[in-house]
């Protein structure tokens, strides 16, 4: 499968060859993943690579935990807590940062080996009032909802609580609601 990934013709080849082969000289085992390349160890997620349209990332899932004295870290986006990447537009700007790199591919095993905890989220996101009224009268989509992964739940409700009036988070959640039932996320097929 992941030769297959490998093998096809992409924009950001050699940049993935290239982080591919930092990544498996840090020790981690490679696996495809959401269709890209995963490096994991011991069976946890360390980094993943992602081709972008006009860069590729190599994204560390505990990001945040990283230190990053020269700032080389961005975010992932705005709704996202922990993961953090380095974005690269030419082989060159990864051989610059090969170094950078190597240390942080090694800090990030080192976190997880240690089992070194992301920090609880302070601002937890609120249950819109209409998603409580639907919950008293649907209780196979209470549960359902409860039953999805943390960040599955903060997406929902990141996209509801971002309508600004009552009919339009109203429409979200009962758009949402057959994927909720199917345990999927806000942005699965």
């Known amino acids: ?20 082969e930092l990544a498996m000289a840090a020790g981690l085992s490679e696996e495809l993943k959401w269709g890209k390349p995963c490096y994991t ?16 990332a190599l994204m560390f899932f505990k990001g945040v935990l990283l230190k990053d004295p020269n700032g080389l870290l961005e975010e992932q986006g705005p ?6 990447r380095l974005s690269f537009r030419n082989p060159e700007e990864i051989e610059e940062k090969r ?13 997880e080996n240690r089992g070194v905890q992301l ?8 249950l819109p009032p209409e998603l409580e009224t639907i919950f008293e009268q649907d209780e ?14 903060r997406m929902y409700l990141i996209h509801f609580n971002e309508a600004q009036q009552e009919a ?11 994927k909720i039932i199917a345990g999927k996320g806000l942005n699965e097929r």
């Open 140 to 153: 196979p989509l209470r549960s359902a909802f409860q039953k999805l992964t943390p960040g599955r739940r």
């Open 79 to 84: 709704n996202s807590r922990s993961a953090k």
């Open 41 to 56: 160890s011991e069976g946890k997620n360390i980094v993943i690579i992602q081709p972008f349209k006009d860069s590729v």
């Open 119 to 126: 920090p609880e989220n302070q601002e937890e996101q609120r």
């Open 168 to 178: 339009t988070r109203s429409r979200r959640i009962e758009k949402s609601r057959p």
């Open 99 to 111: 170094i950078a790199i190597q240390e942080f591919l090694k800090e990030a095993v080192d976190i």
């Open 1 to 20: 499968m992941m030769q297959n990934y490998l093998q096809k013709d992409r924009k950001w080849k050699a940049e993935i060859g290239q982080l591919r």
